[in-house]
């Protein structure tokens, strides 16, 4: 079964300095991976995605997520935090190749940019 | 930008009570989805529909669940006889296609059922 792992609840930055969130995943064969974000009291908004092709994907809001198949990660990172990014991420993976397109997402991390 | 819209946003409802939560999809997407969120919890997968019928559902999705697309817009989620361990927050996603340039799901705000 596929699964994801993101094992800080909580990430604390200064503004200004860069960002990541760490998300490992679990899945035999070539995953579909995923980050959303989620501002306090709404849903879940898309950032980005990883498909096929570069390992360096570039989403929205200036974050980008590098996918290394070798350690099964999918970190998210942003050069220069802003106090605006403070809210949750998740990180979600499916499993098309296995038959499964449903994403599975992590516990989610909470991000915290310090002024 | 088009987006995905669920009402109510709040819902509290008696320990039995049947309750139906409402979504309106993305127009020109066809696959559609119910997950939920127990406070402090990570978002768990219900339902997806695809086609007018179910395609996939967790073992969460027991026989007090239904999920039915009515007419041409709305995709609803039904309770018929809620518990308290019920009480989360229901998101509903819809997604356009199952390729890779259109499989990201879309979510809504959420709908807060509190069971009491």
Known sequence: ?115 | EPEVTQTPSHQVTQMGQEVILRCVPISNHLYFYWYRQILGQKVEFLVSFYNNEISEKSEIFDDQFSVERPDGSNFTLKIRSTKLEDSAMYFCASSEGRTSMNTEAFFGQGTRLTVV
């Open chain 1, 1 to 115: 079964a596929q699964s994801v792992a993101q094992p800080e609840d909580q990430v604390n930055v200064a503004e200004g300095n860069p960002l990541t969130v760490k998300c490992t995943y679990s899945v035999s064969g070539n995953p579909y991976l995923f980050w959303y974000v989620q501002y306090p009291n709404r849903g879940l908004q898309f950032l980005l995605k990883y498909i096929t092709g570069d390992n360096l994907v570039k989403g929205s809001y200036g974050f980008e997520a590098e996918f290394n198949k070798s350690q099964t990660s999918f970190h998210l990172k942003k050069p220069s935090a802003l106090v605006s990014d403070s809210a949750l991420y998740f990180c979600a993976v499916s499993h098309p190749s296995g038959g499964s397109y449903i994403p599975t997402f992590g516990r989610g991390t909470s991000l915290i940019v310090h002024p």
